[in-house]
């Protein structure tokens, strides 16, 4: 299929809108997780959302809608658990991790729920968006953003090191919370977009690439997005060309992203060691 | 006189075993305080438990005559007492030195507000004093252990804060970079009449700084000075 042929189908076009927005908000989200370990969050999030998935179909409701309220409940409970159990963030993201894999086990069981069907939720499709899923998408970003611009330096000093954070006489804890609830909200709305496998090429590649060569955190945050988005809009324009799936596509451009910067990295290293 | 911070009986148990069992220290406006103590004595401990980033399961920790545990807004109660912790956990953040002094101002300045030319100027004033100037626009990361300790001590001076808690704040610095910071310190203390605690685990060190020494052993304090 033509460029100009597929810009006008819907399914392309939801896909686009969808990566304009995610491609530069979700990887705001990466800055966080490599900043902070959160990655066991992610996993478990994805677990999380299996179970909710798992509920909506026992009780014959929609288990994307039940994977995502999950989901945001979980996000808004696991900080202020952690803090009362004294429980590192990891710990408990693995704890659930496995309760809610085994909840969800014993749901397939007893309700007789076709299990490829609830694993469903979790491969999502960049090219079946729906016009709730577009506003979905557009809606998070806007949020990511808003609350990125409005709390940076917050945000900034908790990255650095939460216990500078308190001293100084912020809330920390309120907004240590707050990045753990975006986060979780981030990642469900990732597995609805591009499935919870793939969501590390939309939210954590591209910052992982940008930590490698920044020296600021605006920098990390813009050279996040601006990695999003060209892998996103790259990847999907891609699969187009060489008919592959659009989720691979973005994985590989994130990636190539990530080998130039290891590259660049690499190459002013050594010059600095040998000027 | 009143105090400008009062431990009385303070009791602190990390995951089940005791660290303080029973601490009363109390330091008078503009009065330098020394806490000394062998390595794991619980010198942290005490200072995290004076500005309030951790609490004691029994006692009374007051502040600037205001209870910090039972307080309403400890974060405001906080944004006068500067901290410099022995170390920090930037491993590899990407922050500059003078965004790291300019965290100092962060509680004061408000949340979802952005730093004013007066939070850049104190930040600059407290690295002009600390002597990291010429660092400003290099990453904390890129600097030796003593330099960063100067970052942390500068961070807490930008506070404008009238309690500095310092929790061993020569420990990576040689003898003469030691002597100089102490001096800074020492200066800065009766210049701007700060109320400062200070924990080190060499007493000898300490003393010709302090106005009281107190040596902390076996859970408890003991005035030695």
Request: charged share 15%; aromatic share 8%; hydrophobic share 50%.
């Given at each position: 299929m033509s460029l100009p042929a597929a810009l006008h189908l819907p399914f392309f076009q939801h896909a686009f809108v969808a990566i304009l927005f995610a491609g530069v908000a979700f990887p705001l989200i990466g800055v966080f997780i490599v900043s902070l370990s959160l990655v066991p969050l992610r996993f478990a999030m994805m677990h999380i959302a299996l179970l909710g998935g798992a509920v909506g179909l026992f009780l014959g409701l929609d288990p994307t809608l039940f994977a995502l309220v999950f989901c945001a409940a979980a996000s808004t409970a696991l900080g202020p658990l952690s803090e009362k159990t004294k429980m590192g963030l990891g710990t408990l993201s693995g704890f659930f991790m496995t309760l809610t894999l085994a909840l969800a086990f014993i749901l397939f069981s007893r309700g007789k729920i076709n299990v490829m069907e609830a694993f469903g939720i979790l491969w999502g499709n960049i090219l079946s968006l729906g016009v709730w899923d577009l506003v979905l998408a557009i809606g998070t970003s806007i949020f990511i953003i808003v609350v990125v611009f409005l709390l940076f330096k917050e945000i900034q000093a908790i990255l650095y090191d939460r216990e500078i954070a308190l001293s100084v006489g912020l809330p920390e804890?309120?907004?240590?919370?707050?990045?753990?609830?975006?986060?979780?909200?981030?990642?469900?709305?990732?597995?609805?977009?591009?499935?919870?496998?793939?969501?590390?090429?939309?939210?954590?590649?591209?910052?992982?690439?940008?930590?490698?060569?920044?020296?600021?955190?605006?920098?990390?945050?813009?050279?996040?997005?601006?990695?999003?988005?060209?892998?996103?809009?790259?990847?999907?324009?891609?699969?187009?060309?060489?008919?592959?799936?659009?989720?691979?596509?973005?994985?590989?451009?994130?990636?190539?992203?990530?080998?130039?910067?290891?590259?660049?990295?690499r190459r002013f290293t050594s010059h600095a060691n040998n000027p | 006189?009143?105090?400008?911070?009062?431990?009385?009986?303070?009791?602190?148990?990390?995951?089940?075993?005791?660290?303080?069992?029973?601490?009363?220290?109390?330091?008078?406006?503009?009065?330098?305080?020394?806490?000394?103590?062998?390595?794991?004595?619980?010198?942290?401990?005490?200072?995290?438990?004076?500005?309030?980033?951790?609490?004691?399961?029994?006692?009374?920790?007051?502040?600037?005559?205001?209870?910090?545990?039972?307080?309403?807004?400890?974060?405001?109660l906080r944004r006068e007492i500067a901290f410099v912790p022995q170390k920090t956990n930037h491993h590899r953040f990407p922050l500059r030195v003078e965004e790291a002094v300019l965290m100092g101002r962060y509680g004061k300045i408000g949340i979802m507000r952005r730093p004013t030319r007066e939070d850049r100027a104190l930040a600059a004033d407290a690295m002009r004093l600390t002597g990291i100037l010429p660092f400003a626009r290099k990453l904390v990361r890129e600097l030796s252990g003593g330099e960063q300790q100067k970052v942390s001590l500068a961070r807490a001076l930008a506070q404008q804060a009238s309690i500095l808690l310092l929790d061993e704040p020569t420990t990576y610095l040689d003898a003469p970079s030691r002597s100089e910071i102490m001096e800074t310190i020492h200066r800065i203390h009766h210049e701007r009449e700060l109320t400062t605690v200070m924990v080190s685990h060499e007493p000898e060190w300490v003393e010709q700084y302090a106005d009281k020494v107190y040596l902390l052993k076996d859970g408890v304090a003991l005035l030695t000075q």
């Amino acid at each position: 299929m033509s460029l100009p042929a597929a810009l006008h189908l819907p399914f392309f076009q939801h896909a686009f809108v969808a990566i304009l927005f995610a491609g530069v908000a979700f990887p705001l989200i990466g800055v966080f997780i490599v900043s902070l370990s959160l990655v066991p969050l992610r996993f478990a999030m994805m677990h999380i959302a299996l179970l909710g998935g798992a509920v909506g179909l026992f009780l014959g409701l929609d288990p994307t809608l039940f994977a995502l309220v999950f989901c945001a409940a979980a996000s808004t409970a696991l900080g202020p658990l952690s803090e009362k159990t004294k429980m590192g963030l990891g710990t408990l993201s693995g704890f659930f991790m496995t309760l809610t894999l085994a909840l969800a086990f014993i749901l397939f069981s007893r309700g007789k729920i076709n299990v490829m069907e609830a694993f469903g939720i979790l491969w999502g499709n960049i090219l079946s968006l729906g016009v709730w899923d577009l506003v979905l998408a557009i809606g998070t970003s806007i949020f990511i953003i808003v609350v990125v611009f409005l709390l940076f330096k917050e945000i900034q000093a908790i990255l650095y090191d939460r216990e500078i954070a308190l001293s100084v006489g912020l809330p920390e804890r309120r907004i240590y919370y707050l990045i753990v609830f975006v986060l979780g909200i981030t990642v469900a709305v990732s597995m609805r977009l591009i499935g919870a496998l793939l969501v590390d090429a939309l939210v954590l590649l591209p910052a992982i690439a940008a930590q490698m060569i920044t020296r600021s955190l605006k920098q990390m945050f813009f050279l996040s997005s601006l990695f999003g988005l060209v892998s996103g809009l790259g990847g999907l324009f891609a699969s187009l060309a060489v008919d592959i799936p659009a989720s691979s596509a973005i994985i590989l451009f994130a990636s190539a992203i990530i080998a130039v910067c290891i590259l660049s990295r690499r190459r002013f290293t050594s010059h600095a060691n040998n000027p | 006189m009143h105090h400008s911070v009062e431990l009385f009986d303070v009791h602190v148990s990390i995951e089940g075993s005791p660290v303080l069992r029973g601490v009363t220290i109390e330091a008078k406006p503009c009065e330098f305080v020394a806490i000394a103590g062998a390595n794991g004595t619980g010198k942290t401990t005490l200072l995290k438990v004076t500005n309030g980033t951790l609490a004691p399961y029994s006692g009374r920790v007051i502040v600037l005559h205001e209870d910090l545990i039972n307080h309403p807004n400890p974060n405001a109660l906080r944004r006068e007492i500067a901290f410099v912790p022995q170390k920090t956990n930037h491993h590899r953040f990407p922050l500059r030195v003078e965004e790291a002094v300019l965290m100092g101002r962060y509680g004061k300045i408000g949340i979802m507000r952005r730093p004013t030319r007066e939070d850049r100027a104190l930040a600059a004033d407290a690295m002009r004093l600390t002597g990291i100037l010429p660092f400003a626009r290099k990453l904390v990361r890129e600097l030796s252990g003593g330099e960063q300790q100067k970052v942390s001590l500068a961070r807490a001076l930008a506070q404008q804060a009238s309690i500095l808690l310092l929790d061993e704040p020569t420990t990576y610095l040689d003898a003469p970079s030691r002597s100089e910071i102490m001096e800074t310190i020492h200066r800065i203390h009766h210049e701007r009449e700060l109320t400062t605690v200070m924990v080190s685990h060499e007493p000898e060190w300490v003393e010709q700084y302090a106005d009281k020494v107190y040596l902390l052993k076996d859970g408890v304090a003991l005035l030695t000075q």
